[in-house]
């Protein structure tokens, strides 16, 4: 990086022409995919006129609902340039055997920093916390989170985040460090470009946001529950969201607390985690892992409730086991926090420390065990209906324990000693993720988008990228967990070993079937909003739902239930359907009071942006007026009174009214229905 | 009912090809006959292979009844299925309770007691004899190579780690540079390698041989190429490699040192006849202490002890 002087530093930091990507052909050509998509997209919206629409209705509004898509829109977005470039990885160590492949050392590093950072945080993160909010607050009976402008708030900072990232793609080299930055390697005497900085404020804008969620999350869970909505009766998917938010307030901070530090080291010259003057990695991997566990956990949690509910649904059964699955949630919460320790059996502690930490990271496999088999039994005696959310989710059992088999094998810190750092752990984490947390979430992307959108997704092109998902996930990892065996190290740009070419092949293969997965969803997307007027379920229950989330119509009105409903049982809309009181007009209706937009939080997102941009490159003008115009729209906004409108009782019955005379002209479908044209979303009852 | 027959006709297919690929993999695996621990040449090696096929059996009392029931499960009663139960209001079981928790508890006491005695057994720190003595080796770990110095002979070595046959090796070890991880697979696992602290690995080799060592540890954009050459020799052979390497070898002194704190791959292994004594400890203490002391200073200081 050459160095700036002069006003040229005042006003633009250490931003120079050397911080464009014309270095390298390869990186070019991302930044122009980078720069091409975004104007594309804004020339786009300009064409269709829909700038108006976009900003009024989607980005200023605080419907948890609309945040909860938006959240997922840009998860699917940034799984896109995650998996690209997964795939860029794969084809380099497949072409890299004793050759240099195509990609640079560098330009490698680069990619599997990028890659865990994306997927993490802003595929997996996004993606919970959207279904989350999606889905959440109608299960408890809420109108909205507790507090719509804070969610607003994570959103954006999120998206700063993400938009942060994409923007390393164009100006500037990202760190080479992983998604677990461990220092030294990434202070500034080993990483002295802007790398390390754009993967600090990168994780600081995500992990505040994440924060953030979570508190909203658990005090929505805990004051805004409809009458009846005993704890008792939540259903697992909110219990799992609970817990997972619980994580998020306990875990997000040491994360925030660790790069800040970190920050400190490379902006101030301080000595929390360099070699010299008292400073100590080992503090940043404890720090590090004190967060990174219980992360693996939020991002599990949610999905093992997306289990529950699709499990339960589509064998048409209650869920076997409840409390026993509540109770084990629970217990993983609590105990994701006393295993850090197993990220790093090989830093020289001493054994008995190494086996306690070993045996608690085993006690998890006990609840995760009794959850499968629960699972196992909400399928038994059940009448399985095999959609594509079940397909993911009977992905996720078959392949999942197997992670956990090599989990258990991580989690003995003599194997742990041969197989740490190698692709074998690389293998065991994505077992974990793909199948594990992402089909979670892909199933209930497929389960609750009728709910959101009021149409069905395409099923043929759904079972299409299922399989796909399933078949690359195995070919692309199953050989890596050889290689691992073999004593592969995670992170090779060059391999040297000839008898691992097959394998590297396969994987190769397994990539690119992921890749045609990726595809297949978006095709999904595309074929059924074409397809949509055969798909429609305007009723809202297309599945013959069991919990609230279903109760409502699709999409559901802004203020989620006409009345509250009330709670009586653990699968409360199935009650209903069950006592015929599913679909009645009430007996009176009340003003609803929802929250207005606010442009609050696109402002405090984008001034967040700028003020993370400026510290990257050092334009210190712009990190203090980024920090004092986010401080600014905090403070005027709370000068603004009338955050709320009314929404009155006549509208509200009229629009139910309508709902229910709609339903009167429907005919119910039985299950064997559940695809043709003909459900459009009432449940013939007791099927 | 078309829906269920296409669906019920693609899943077992699934389930057989992911299957199939797991087992044929897992086969393929046992025949590479390469540089991992499942080719085991010590002890240390050897037992951690024991204990990695031992944790894998247990734990597949509690996989298998998941991989074999779950297809039979929903084979049976899918929908398409009318002859199978249909229990939509069950949802408990106390007998099956009790197994769902139980077997995974007890899975899990096995595998407890099982870890808490090998890993004290194997913890690297550990001597594996009480009988011999150890060859004492100091690893200096630096971007991107291995720096190995054998105290007691005062010789030293760059990517180039031998040991007789049947001793054991006491590894000291340090970095340079940012954290890395020392690994030689066939002879036992890996142990971090940081600057201003020392770790310890033991291990032994039980036969000749020639095995691949490593840095596991990503430091950069040489790391990849971070290999080094692991030669068990027998005793007769050692000492001629020591005498050899005395005779022919160039001296490592502090100038030379600093160039190997140079970020640089090594082509070729390179051996050092004279070591300046107490280079190790300078290494370490250089991160301890502030202002760091010149090489000179302390290496000679040490070289009394």
Redesign the interface.
């Known amino acids: 990086m050459t160095e700036t002087t002069g006003l040229w530093h005042l006003l633009m930091g250490n931003l120079s022409y050397d911080a464009l990507p014309f270095y390298s052909p390869i990186a070019t050509v991302g930044a122009s995919i980078v720069v091409l998509g975004a104007l594309g997209t804004a020339v786009l919206i300009t064409w269709l006129g829909k700038w108006k629409y976009l900003w009024s209705e989607w980005l200023t509004s605080l419907d948890h609902k609309r945040i909860g898509i938006m959240y997922i829109v840009l998860a699917l977005l940034m799984l896109s340039r995650g998996v690209i470039e997964a795939v860029m990885m794969r084809t380099q160590q497949a072409l890299a055997i004793q050759s240099p492949g195509y990609l ?3 330009h490698f ?1 680069q990619l599997f920093s990028t890659h865990g950072t994306i997927m993490i945080f802003f595929v997996a993160m996004p993606f919970l916390t959207g279904l989350i909010n999606f889905v959440m607050p109608q299960q408890i009976g809420a109108r909205d989170v507790r507090f719509p402008l804070l969610n607003a708030i994570s959103l954006w900072l999120t998206v700063a985040g993400a938009a942060l990232v994409m923007v390393s793609l164009v100006l500037g080299k990202f760190s ?3 998604w677990s930055g ?4 990434t202070e500034s005497a ?1 990483q002295p470009g802007v790398g390390p900085d754009y993967w600090i404020w990168v994780l600081t804008l995500s992990s505040i946001g994440s924060t953030l969620t979570g508190l909203n999350f658990a005090v929505t869970i805990y004051k805004e529950r409809a009458p009846g909505m005993r704890f008792f009766r939540l259903p697992l998917f909110t219990w799992t969201a609970l817990c997972t938010s619980i994580l998020m307030i306990f875990a997000m901070p040491p994360l925030t607390v660790a790069t800040a530090l970190l920050a400190l080291d490379r902006y101030l010259d301080m000595h929390f985690f360099t ?3 008292g400073g ?3 503090n940043y991997a404890n720090l590090f892992w004190l967060f990174g566990h219980p992360e693996v956990y939020i991002l599990i949690l949610p999905a093992f409730g997306v289990f529950s509910s699709v499990f339960s649904t589509f ?8 409390k ?1 699955l509540v109770y084990a949630t629970m217990a993983i919460a609590v105990l994701s926090f006393t295993v850090w320790l197993h990220h ?1 059996f ?3 502690q ?3 420390i ?2 306690a930490f ?2 608690a990271t ?2 998890i ?2 609840p995760t ?2 959850k ?3 699972w ?2 909400t ?8 959609s594509v959310s079940l ?1 993911y989710s ?2 996720f ?3 999942f ?2 992670g ?2 090599t989990g ?2 991580l ?8 197989v ?3 692709v074998f752990l690389v293998a065991h984490f994505h077992n974990m993720l793909i199948p594990g947390m992402l089909f979670g979430m892909l199933a209930g992307y497929q389960f609750w988008f009728p709910k959101a959108f009021g149409f069905r997704l395409d ?1 043929t092109w759904g ?1 299409i990228g299922a ?1 796909c998902w ?2 690359g996930f ?2 692309a990892f ?2 890596l ?2 290689t691992g ?3 592969m ?9 000839p ?1 691992f070419a097959p ?1 590297l092949l ?1 994987a190769e293969l397994g990539g690119l079937i992921i890749l045609a997965g990726l595809f297949s969803l978006f095709v999904q997307l595309w074929v059924s909003i074409r397809r949509r007027d055969h798909n429609r379920v305007p009723v809202g229950d297309p599945w013959d739902g069991r919990s609230l989330e279903w109760a409502n119509p699709a999409p559901p009105p802004e203020y989620n239930f006409f009345t509250l409903p009330q709670v009586e049982d653990r699968d409360a809309f199935t009650w209903m359907k069950e006592r015929g009181v599913a679909y009645l007009p009430a007996q009176h209706y009340e003003d609803i009071e929802m929250p207005r937009n606010s442009a609050t939080a696109v402002a405090i997102g984008v001034a967040a942006l700028l003020s993370a941009f400026g510290l990257v490159w050092h334009i210190w003008w712009m990190a203090v007026v980024g920090l004092g115009a986010a401080w600014a729209a905090v403070i005027v906004r709370s000068f603004v009174r009338d955050t709320m409108r009314t929404i009155p009782a006549s509208e509200v019955e009229q629009a139910h009214r309508g709902w229910l005379r709609e339903i009167a002209a429907t005919r119910a479908v039985s ?2 229905e ?2 043709s044209a003909g459900n459009v979303g009432l449940a013939e009852s007791a099927s | ?1 078309v ?2 027959r296409i ?2 006709r ?2 077992p297919q ?2 057989c ?2 299957g199939g ?2 087992l044929v ?2 086969s ?2 046992c025949a ?1 006959q ?5 080719n085991p040449v010590g002890p240390t ?1 050897e ?2 292979r024991q ?2 096929f031992e ?2 059996a247990l ?2 009392i ?2 298998v009844p ?2 074999v ?3 039979w ?2 084979w049976r ?3 398409g299925n009318k002859q ?10 106390w007998p ?2 009790i ?3 139980g ?3 007890l ?2 006491i096995a ?2 007691l ?3 005695n ?3 057994r ?5 001597p594996l004899s009480a009988a011999l003595p150890p060859v004492e080796i100091q690893v200096v770990g630096l971007d991107w190579k291995w720096l190995f110095i054998y105290p007691r002979q005062g010789i030293a070595t760059l990517n180039e780690l031998v040991i007789p046959v049947g001793r054991p090796v006491h590894l000291t070890l340090t970095s340079d ?3 890395q ?1 020392f ?1 030689v ?1 066939n002879l ?5 390698a ?4 020392k ?2 690995l033991n291990l032994q080799a039980d036969r000749a041989g020639e095995f ?1 060592g ?12 971070q ?1 080094f050459r692991t030669r068990a020799v027998s005793e007769q052979d050692f000492s001629r490699w020591l005498e050899h390497v005395q005779e022919t070898g160039k001296r490592l002194d502090c100038d030379q040192y600093a160039g190997l704190m140079k970020q640089t791959l090594v082509p070729k292994p390179v051996h050092y006849a004279r070591a300046e004594a107490g280079l190790f400890e300078w290494v370490v203490k ?3 202490t ?1 202002p ?1 002391p010149a090489c000179q200073s302390l290496t000679g200081e040490s070289a009394r002890d």
């Open positions: 640079p050392p560098d590093g080479t460090g992983g461990y220092p030294p390697y080993y070699n010299a003057l100590n990695m080992m064998s048409a059964k209650r869920l076997y086991g409840y026993s790093f090989t830093m020289g001493s054994p008995s190494n086996a070993g045996i085993m006690l496999g006990i065990g009794v499968i088999y629960d196992m039994l399928l038994y005696r059940g009448r399985v209906r095999f397909l009977l992905m059992m078959l392949l324990v197997i956990g088999l258990i094998l989690a003995t810190p003599p194997v742990d000693f041969v740490h750092n190698t099923e079972r399989a399933g078949l195995v070919l199953m050989p967990y050889v065996l073999e004593g190290p995670r992170r090779s740009q060059e391999i040297f070993q008898q394998y396969l299950r064997d559940e695809m | 009912m829906r269920d669906s019920l693609s899943l699934l389930l090809v992911i690929l797991v993999l897992a393929a695996g590479l390469g540089n991992g621990f499942l090696a037992a951690e204990l990695f944790v894998t734990t597949l509690v996989v998941v991989l029931l779950t297809p499960i929903v009663y899918r929908r199978s139960a249909y229990r939509p209001k069950w949802e408990f079981s099956l309770e197994l769902a928790w077997v995974p508890v899975i899990v595998l407890g099982l870890l808490w090998r890993t004290l194997l913890d690297p720190y550990r540079t940012v954290m991880s690994m697979p036992a696992g890996q142990v971090y940081m600057a201003a602290m770790s310890q691949l490593e840095n596991t540890q990503y430091n950069g954009k040489g790391f990849q190429k290999k250089k991160y301890q502030e760091s």
